[in-house]
């Protein structure tokens, strides 16, 4: 780009040269056009009359005649050549000619019916020549431009001498602004990256100019006054802020510690509730198992009791020779009714047995197994049959018998364990003969289990966080508030499922869960990653 001082150079000396040119071309292509007209009417007026003076010539038909006539052109040296044509039956036959021979040009002129012609080099004028208005034949004249252009190269060479003497006067101009106005500017521009390199807005420029550059430097400096002031308040304002963003860090750091520690601390007491929680519906599971064992242990242990005595009779009496026919076989039906007494509640304190040892470890184990979906759950039912042994509640599970999954089956017990418990204790509350239907559908990609009760429903109040910690209805009867939320995590993070509460039925509850399977993603370290968390 150059200094300012070259621009400005330049700029006034392309100014001038532009002004110039245009002034001198439009002067130019005048002169030219006015010497074209000159040359032009004065060729016209000698081209009338040596087509007059050739009318007797071609009315006669003297071609001699006519060369004289146009041999005194010889004494006008513009004039390159001449030729007289001749008109017969409509046709140009030439008659006479004078100097270099231009038939292409004039039989052009002739056919065109042009009457004049400038070219680069020379004008060509064709004249008819008449006698009463009766056409005889045409006078070509060819007119040389040489004088025109000396002419116009004088007049070139003027204009040229101007355009020197006008980029002196510029080329001096230039030096005299770049004197009087750039050097005060020159001053300005080194102050202001002297200030823009150091910072430092104390520098000035010095006031020894007049007029308008004095007025700029003045404000200029009014402006850096301005600025070394804004600087030196900001500047304390920065400190008073950065002061007190590092109170503001301090404090803010002391109650991100302190939210820390509170929020470890809810995490956990969470985890011993949900522990809690988990321990107090095993606990209840042994409670109820425990008691229903109770009869038929008992009834076994009276049997076996009185298998113990009538073996004893039948021993003396056999010892002491009395033992009769009727009183053996009165032994052995004893025998058969006691031993089948003992074996029918043995049997049934078994089935008890195994069912609570399949659930209760399932509850305590995280570990995945194939498992039938239904017997499973009977099996949580039957667990949990001291709790609606005394009621009339009904529990229909509406799955295919052979259905088999590979899941976790401690889930599925801690899940319906809740769901079943919530309906004895909450939807039944005010009911004697509750109904509680578990269903199931399987696309082939996705197992949907839906849990219906026609209990009393929840309370509209918490049916959209129902699945929160800590929501509860029932908090005096000694509620937590975990079920729903225990039941929502295994659903979700252990089985990667998903568990939604329908509002579709007109009393009661609904829980609708999806299930993908297969569950080739899961394994035991998802579910103790939820167990640990």
Known sequence: MGTLR????????????????????????????????????????????LAEMSTASLLFEQPQSATDILNALTESPDVAAAVLFRLENNNQQLFAFFGEPVAAEQMS?????????????????????????????????????????????????????????????????????????????HQLKQVIT?????????????????????ELVNSFNTMLDVIETYIQQKQEQENQILKLNLELEQRVSERTQQLTDSLNNLKDTQIKLIEQEKMASLGSLVAGVAHEINTPVGVAVTASTHLRYILQQSEQDFLAGTLSKPALQRFYKDMHESSDIVFRNLERAAEQVQSFKMVAVDQSSEEAR??????????????????FKFTKHVIEVEIPEDFQLHSFPGCFSQIFTNLLMNSLLHGFANTTQGHIVIKSDYNGAELKIDYYDNGQGIDPSIKDKIFDPFVTTNRQQGGSGLGTYILYNLVTQVLKGSIDLKDDVPRGVHFAISLPLPQHNLSVRDASEYKND
């Open 6 to 49: 070259q621009r400005i150079f330049v700029g006034l000396i392309s100014v001038a040269v532009l002004a110039m040119l245009i002034n001198l071309l439009p002067l130019y292509w005048l002169m030219q056009s006015s010497y074209q007209q000159q040359l032009l009417v004065s060729s016209q007026t000698q081209a009338r009359m």
């Open 370 to 387: 194939t498992f039938k979906l239904k017997e499973y759950l009977q099996n949580i039912i039957l667990s949990l049959r001291p709790h």
């Open 109 to 185: 002129m002739l056919n065109s019916g042009l009457q004049s012609q400038f070219t680069s080099e020379h004008l060509h004028l064709l004249t008819p020549v008449l006698l009463q208005e009766q056409l005889l034949g045409y006078l070509y004249l060819k007119v040389r431009l040489n004088r025109i252009h000396q002419e116009l190269f004088s007049a070139a060479i003027i204009a040229g001498a101007a355009l020197l003497l006008a980029l002196f006067v510029t080329f001096w101009l230039a030096r005299w602004l770049s004197s009087n106005l750039l050097t005060p500017i």
């Open 194 to 214: 002297a200030v823009a390199s150091t910072k430092d807005y104390s520098q000035r420029v010095s006031q020894k100019f007049a007029a308008e550059l004095g």
